[in-house]
């Protein structure tokens, strides 16, 4: 059974996406499961370091981004909207090329908060960094534009 609230593609959340940091650095959504959602990222000059290898702030930018989508994902957007509160993330191998997949799925999800597990894993599926975010779920009438 679907966690998400309303159907959308994979195609439709990168054309919502351009033209923001995460199509800057090359974050493609590449699957929508029954309970996750998986995003790849390249490890090139885009989300590197100077010592050659992946930043680990582009690793929280793929972390945030798989949060953050799917916590809307799961709740009415027309009245809800879901935002960063705490993201924590452990860099546990480094990488010099190729490409990242992350994957998120759901450790909690609430009326107020939701907790996300994001795992990074290189070409091979090892790990290459783990990450918890934490979501506050707003009320959309809150927030004027």
Request: glycine content about 8%; some cysteine.
């Amino acid at each position: 059974m679907s966690i998400w609230r309303q159907p959308i593609t994979v195609e439709e959340l990168n054309d919502y996406q351009q033209r923001t940091l995460v199509s800057h650095l090359g974050i493609r959504y590449i699957e929508i499961g029954d309970a996750h959602l998986t995003a790849d990222m390249p490890v090139d000059a885009r989300t590197m370091q100077p010592a050659g290898i992946l930043h680990g702030g582009a690793s929280l930018a793929l972390a945030e981004t798989l949060g953050s989508t799917a916590a809307n994902l799961v709740v009415d957007r027309k009245l809800k909207l879901c935002v960063g509160l705490e993201i924590n993330a452990n860099h546990v191998r480094a990488m010099r090329k190729g490409m990242v997949t992350g994957k998120a799925q759901p450790l909690h999800i609430g009326g107020s908060t939701q907790v996300w597990e994001i795992r990074i894993s290189n070409d091979e599926m090892q790990l290459v960094c783990i990450s918890r975010i934490t979501m506050a779920v707003l009320d959309r009438s809150s927030f004027s534009r």
